[in-house]
DNA sequence: CTGGCGTGTTAACGCAATGTGAATCAACTC
DNA sequence: GAGTTGATTCACATTGCGTTAACACGCCAG
């Protein structure tokens, strides 16, 4: 917790006992007001390095999820992500894995937080995410943007990058299309579920013919990425 | 069965509540009695490979620690740690970070166990536990919407795959066709009994010969799967 | 302003999945 | 063995769902 070591907290009043409870440690810490404040590299005026997360998702889940989904993007160096729910929001952990480093349940032990962010930041110090995401001939790299199929580059859009990446990073696994429009376009999203169906349309062109099937629709329930490619 | 996925547990006579916690969850797990048990092989006949481990330390915090020790020194493969500590020992986890992956306090929630397992065991990279359903030759993955038998992929429809669904999960148990049509159907829907017979039907056929009685109909009540094979 | 470009929406189309009815078959009762 | 009930099978209609193309909006560069 020396010099530079700088916490994201959300929301941006920060919850009173979660400010106690850091001034107590003596951590050093920056409220953060959303997802798109965070994108436009407020409060942290230099780097944009943080120390790390600790995002309370008890009072507005949807926003919550958003922020961290930001900074799970990459462009924001946060490596240790904490997030603070109610013990009525444990189901929404299921499917969000990828979001968050740890969890602690409000209302929580001044202590037990402490435990759990000194635990998160020795972790931090020797562990690195994975760069480059790739299944089948499928690679992505998150630091550049690229694409590539067989070595050769794709040129996707926004939408459709993140559409792979995600489908990409949990092969194999079904999503339903509202799934799709929660963790990929974002939480407070409203839109037809048609979206979805347009854009996985786009990429299987842009994949080419012989890797179109890549993505698969499983009917009435959603799409999915790779696994039983041995099937006519 | 798939894979050994059982884990290690401490102390011998587990704690009650975490029996029940780990019984309920569908986990798999046996007792180890301590360091020196672990060190010899016990419990764990074969190759000795565990999924992962969860050592109570309120109890009895040496034993616990140097269990997590031994557990650490890489003899014996067991990536997910979680240690179950009482409030008062949190400074006792300030000089043990690297003996542990996760912690969690007693009395705990069992919710909170159960995500705190699954995450553990997301970032372990394996896949959490509850997403697979299977008795006997037949294998349903619940994130994939894959049907296996015998190991082979089978391609069902929705319907079909929702009705194998439900009565896998209830094995030996016979359903009426209304409680059928209630349960995997929907509950609003009312239709004609017959539609659930010519569901079995497509069931049986995409079974195959060999599996088709696995779906057994009681004559004037409804139909149930497994369970009294001996009656050819 | 104007032209591309990325994105979301709408509607038409085609097909497969589902449900229904009738006919056939099997099982139990008397 | 006849009669009755229930289960199986088949064929067919229809709905529902995904695909596809075309369009509309907003954005930015030129």
């Known amino acids: 917790m020396d010099s530079n070591e700088t916490f994201l907290v959300f929301p941006d009043p920060a919850p009173p006992d979660l400010v106690r409870c850091l001034d107590l440690g003596g951590y050093r810490w920056k409220t953060a007001a959303g997802a798109e404040a965070v994108r436009n590299g407020n409060g942290n005026d230099s780097g944009e390095t943080w120390t790390g997360a600790i995002v309370a998702a008890d009072t507005q889940p949807e926003a919550a999820w958003a922020l961290c989904r930001e900074l799970r993007r ?4 946060t490596e240790p992500l904490l997030v603070l729910i109610s013990g009525a929001q444990l189901d929404e952990l299921t499917s969000a894995d990828d979001l968050f ?6 209302p929580f032990h001044p202590r037990e937080l402490e435990a759990r962010l000194k635990h998160l930041l020795w972790r931090a110090g020797r ?5 480059v995401v790739n299944y089948g001939p499928i690679e992505l790299n998150l630091e550049t943007y690229q694409a590539m199929i067989d070595g050769r580059p794709l040129d996707l859009t926004y939408m459709e990058y ?3 990446r995600f489908l990409t990073a949990n092969p194999g696994r079904v999503f339903t299309r509202e799934t799709l429009l929660n963790r990929v376009w974002g939480y407070e999203y409203y839109g037809g579920a048609r979206t979805v169906d347009v854009h996985v349309r786009r990429l299987r ?3 080419g013919e012989e890797h179109a099937n890549l993505i698969q629709t499983v009917r009435s329930v959603g799409y999915k990425l790779g ?3 041995w099937k006519e």
């Open 127 to 131: 562990g690195a995410r994975p760069e």
């Open 162 to 164: 993140e559409l792979l």
């Open 101 to 106: 480093d740890d969890f602690i349940i409000t």
């Open 205 to 207: 062109a842009k994949l």
């Open 227 to 229: 696994q039983s490619r």
């Open 74 to 77: 990459g462009d924001v160096a």
